[in-house]
């Protein structure tokens, strides 16, 4: 599928005088060098992409896997479902934020030197022709076909009598008492609208008076948004009807003795990007917690509405709202295609990828004599490789096997985003009242997993862990932990740094890397580093880690200079880096040194790059690739060929990474541990494998092209992880 489009990349105005640059309110890192400085004024002016254009192109690729005939039929309708879920977040987040800096009059311009009103306006146009084509995506191809195999979403006038009276009798019990109808009259005021809750706006005349009024409905978000109304007990066919739909056609028992006129469905986005101010002599915890009450409050930031809503609706809800016309978004079918989902849990093997079971890493299979996680990790590290290895028997085993083990005296934990029912922190609590020293710092800042992060953090304070929250003006964004260990007269340390968050269930649909070791200047570090997080300790280099905000930056400018003197002295140098996003333009620009000093460097980005690769003189030898699939590729990693050198960690290259958070970023140095990345590399490089290029006037091209041999990154790393097993 072609992303092709003249809004993706504007002609950039003139970069912005530096007295424009906003202070920063965090601690930042210093620069890498001046002489990188210096350099950067040497370098086109429009030599970055905008991230939120290339943001929205990211989302264009989750869409062109739902368009992808040869993906399961259900698979697709998830990728429609992930599709909307990206763009609410999109939305509260990054369009909030350019929407706040454009109000308050910062004349702040974007790397490519565009005002938050420029992209405001081409986020605007771009995401329009994007809801489109994901609306006929669903209601053209994917219902239609879903349809032909037994499962079908129908609206209300579709349905058999028999369904239509088995449904009303579900109204009235299940749905009528929960609604509440509101009014809209001088009497009662325009009601609040919460943040992605789907709404019905609806007309009602007085037959007496013959005046018209407007009231509004909510759907509500405690009953399932798709009833399955299949009365046949088939369980190769279920059919749907959205919630919607049924309140409806029931509008005439909430407003008795009133004929509805107009009946529309429309939803609201609402600045959902907090901002916690965080005062030295103020509980941090309390604080969160007052402005994640003020959450549901924000302004909006998008209304979506049906494309069948009245001119008149529309003015009302426009003006009622106070959204401005550009933050409509028209949708020619049903609202939130997050409720796919539900269609993705109908047990339909047969349209859907073939089940996939982790296998446990060879290092902690079960022998005739099993051994302990830290009898392995004496013995060497080990690099465990997620979704592929399973995380319950190598990271999840590590710490449930530090809490229980005699020997161990103390844990040392961060935590960033967990789940609902976490194993991870289970043996955290079993440790503490196990009389273990216990910290844990829990990032209550994690966006969207605040309420959740607060919930652990008392549950581990009320069992006697020692909870911290991290450091003022910093996320603690790193996935480490620390066990220490008594051995005879001895004190080792045994680690895990990783690239994903300790959460059982996304470990199974993320692909992270992780390396467990008992290195002992590792063990060291981060003993420095728990030290820094939980007291006054003020560090800013360490013996093997690099850490945010203050190393990471500068260590991976340095080793991309150094590929660079590799290639001048004319020694073999090359760069593969692999991650979420690609923005600093720091590093960009050091990759662009990079090429023009005959550096072969190769991108595998999930996401947002605004590197621009290809253009002769500048980035002749720099590829950018994607590949999206099955597994939501999340690992950090990066290789300098020229040193020999591997590093795996929690930072992607992003501003936020590298200035506001804290973060590590571990080399993996065992020759064996190196050759698994190095076979990941070139799984992910090999020209056969299906990705998206990057072009470089930014277009995202598929390849390879459909008649040539076409493998699956992902589906050949089950086949290798497999077969270790």
Known sequence: ???????????????????????????????????????????PDDRYFNRELSWLDFNARVLALAEDESQPLLERAKFLAIFASNLDEFYMVRVAGLKRRRETGLSVRSADGLTPREQLAYIAKRNQELVEQHAAAFEQRIRRELAERGIRIVRWNELAEDDKKRL?????????????????????????????????????????????????????DNVPRLLNVESNGDEWSATFLPLEDLIAAHLGELFTGMEVTEVHEFRVTRNADL???????????????????????????RLEIASDMSEHMQELLL??????????????????????????????????????????????AEHETPKSVFATLREGDVLVHHPYDSFSTSVQRFIEQAASDPHVLAIKQTLY?????????????????????????????????????????????????????????????????????????????????????????????YEDIGLLTAEPSIGADLTDLFNVLTGYARQDTYRSLLVAPHGIRRGIVDRIEQEIEHARAGRPAGIRFKANSLVDEQVIDALYRASQAGVRVDVVVRGICALKPGIPGLSENISVRSILGRFLEHSRVFHFAGSGEFWIGSADMMHRNLDRRVEVQVPVRNPRLVKQLDAMFDSALDPATRCWVLQSGGEWEPSPTEHEQVRDHQREMIALHGAQG
Not at 275 to 301: K, M, S, T
Request: net charge negative; hydrophobic share 40%; with cysteine.
């Open 168 to 220: 009303h009798n579900y109204f009235t019990d299940q749905v009528f008492p929960v609604l509440t109808p509101l009014a809209v009259d001088p009497a009662h005021p325009f009601p609040y609208i919460s943040g992605l809750s789907m709404n019905l706006a609806v007309t009602v005349r007085d037959p007496d008076a013959g005046t018209e009024r407007f009231a509004r409905v909510k759907v509500p």
């Open 275 to 301: 901002e916690v101010e965080e005062d030295r002599d103020e509980d941090l915890l309390l604080a969160l917690e007052r402005e994640l009450a003020q959450r549901r409050f924000g302004p909006p930031v």
């Open 417 to 509: 985003r967990t789940s609902g029912d976490s194993p991870i922190v289970d043996a955290l609590i079993d440790a503490a009242e196990a009389g273990k020293q216990v910290v844990a710092l829990v990032e209550i800042k994690a966006r969207f997993d605040e309420q959740a992060n607060i919930k652990w953090a008392r549950a581990l304070e009320k069992a006697g862990v020692h909870v911290v929250y991290g450091l003022v003006g910093l996320k603690t964004h790193c996935k480490t932990s620390l066990v220490v260990r008594q051995e005879g007269s001895t004190i080792r340390r045994y680690c895990h740094i990783g690239t994903g968050n300790y959460n059982p269930k996304t470990a199974r649909l």
């Open 319 to 364: 003006r009622e709202l106070e959204v401005a016309p550009n933050d409509v978004v028209v949708i020619n079918g049903l609202l939130d295609l997050s409720c796919l989902w539900q269609l993705h849990a109908v047990d339909r093997k047969d349209l859907k990828d073939a089940p996939f079971v982790p296998a446990t890493h060879p290092a902690f």
């Open 1 to 43: 599928m072609s992303t092709d489009s003249s809004d993706l990349n504007p002609p950039a105005p003139s970069p912005p005088p530096a007295a424009s640059k906003p202070e920063r309110s965090v601690p930042s890192a210093p620069p890498a060098a001046t002489s990188a400085a210096v350099a950067a004024d040497s370098l």
